[in-house]
């Protein structure tokens, strides 16, 4: 009897903490609402298509910069990508220094080296040539130099005082949509702990959606990242804070991932579709720019900094988890984006229907895209510091429409581990290349 009574209290306990998260989550998620729409969020001028690095450099050209700071990664340099941009401004006299220091998750380092090389050499712009790390550490090296500041200081939110030195981003993968974000991550050195800058002046000037420049991307980063893509869509869609403007890009988002991944997969060559993915993951960025992220992402987070799995791998391991979870909470509006993006078979007449057809699409397209849902080296020792973490995350970060207590997000890291342990023979099948 006196276990049950200490057991009753216990779940009394958890009940009254889950409410206390709730209540707090849900409050953060209206203060992002009323900051959305207090800020205003500019919005990247964008050019699109084969000559669109050439606009981008003319843009850049015609407001006066004379001496721009490349930012890269080695291997792009190496193979010769920036040149796509340095041609250009050789053509029109125009002096450039390249840094091709950035690596996969930048750090604090990164960005300060790349600050000082550009305060040596004088720039007075800035282009990123890169994923999603290049855009980010090119982000914070434009902050830093326009705030006349360490990177450090800019870490939180609004922390800037000055506009950044002028930002140009032409994105090498279709997948973060950081060049149309406020948003920036730096890792720190020795813990490797991520901090994030978000400041509206951090949006680009430009970007350029070049399909020559992705059309070397290797198959299984295409699917990885394009699966990024639809979950920043899917997560904004069914944020708490959509609104019709965020609704437009996610759906847009949505619908061209679940065309144009397929194709630009098998044929990396297949501009259209690369062209296409690009415009995409640009929309995904806007639209989660004000509605925000969810569960996907926050869980996605752990793994990738516990077992090394890339970010969109990451997320399509956990997204049809969520839209199981969000299933029932999201069945109107999920139902709404099928109609809305066509995803839907004629026999089908209702939102449960509809619900999960959608779903049921999703997963077939992980499946196609050759991503093997599977995580190595689980361990059922790392869940609760895990689940925690991706529960501050959604109540620091996110408005959902379903939230989970830390035990309901173990219970589906229990169910990643099983499906990983049962299929763990055959491992590396998104690794080949189409
Ligand atoms: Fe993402």
Redesign the pocket.
């Known amino acids: 009897m006196k276990k049950q009574n200490s057991m009753a209290k216990l779940v009394s306990m958890n009940g009254l903490q889950h409410a206390g998260y709730l209540a707090v989550a849900k409050t953060r998620a209206k203060v992002l609402k009323a900051f959305s729409y207090v800020i205003p969020i500019r919005r990247p001028m964008l050019f699109v298509g084969e000559t669109s690095c050439d606009e981008l450099c003319d843009m850049l050209i015609n407001e006066g910069n004379t001496n721009v700071f490349i930012v890269t990664d080695a291997v792009l340099n190496k193979l010769g990508v920036p040149t796509r941009v340095t041609d250009y401004l050789d053509q029109h006299n125009i002096s450039y220094t390249v840094y091709d220091g950035v690596t996969p998750d930048p750090t604090f380092k990164v960005v300060e080296e790349g600050l000082r090389q550009s305060l040596e050499a004088k720039c007075d712009s800035i282009v990123a040539i890169g994923g999603g790390s290049v855009i980010d550490a090119a982000k914070m090296i434009a902050m830093s130099q326009g705030n006349d500041c360490a990177p450090q200081k800019l870490i939180g939110i609004l922390k800037a005082r000055k506009p950044a030195t002028p930002l140009y981003c032409i994105p090498t993968t279709a ?2 949509g950081s060049e149309a974000t406020l948003g920036a991550v730096v890792s720190d050195d020795e813990t490797h702990q991520k901090a994030l800058s978000i400041d509206p002046r951090m949006v680009p000037l430009a970007a350029a959606i070049d399909p020559i420049i992705m059309k070397g991307m290797p198959a299984h980063i295409t699917a990885d990242t394009g699966i ?1 893509v639809l ?2 869509a899917l997560e904004a869609w069914m944020s708490v804070n959509a609104s019709v403007e965020t609704d437009y890009y996610a759906a847009s988002a949505v619908k061209s991932v679940m065309h144009y991944l397929p194709l630009a997969y098998k044929d990396g060559s297949d501009l259209k579709a690369r062209e296409e993915m690009g415009i995409a993951a640009h929309y995904g960025g806007i639209a989660f720019n004000k509605a925000g ?1 969810g569960y996907v ?1 926050a869980i996605a987070h752990q793994l990738g900094a516990h077992y090394s799995i890339p ?2 791998r990451a ?1 399509a391991i956990v997204l049809p988890y969520i839209l199981d979870v969000n299933r029932d909470s999201s069945k109107k509006r999920l139902a709404a984006l099928a109609k809305r993006t066509g995803i839907v078979k004629d026999s089908q007449t209702n939102d449960s229907n509809l619900t999960d057809y959608l779903i049921t699409q999703v997963r077939n397209l992980i499946e196609i895209v050759g991503i093997n849902p599977t995580v190595k080296g689980m361990q059922v020792s790392d869940f609760d510091k895990i689940a925690k973490a991706a529960a501050k995350e959604v109540s620091d970060t996110y408005a959902v429409p379903t939230y989970m207590s830390a035990s309901e997000i173990k219970d589906i890291l229990m169910k990643i581990k099983q499906a990983s342990d049962g299929l763990s023979d055959n491992e590396e099948t998104s690794d080949k290349v189409a």
């Open positions: 997948g973060t990024d979950t920043h992220l992402h970010h969109g997320n």
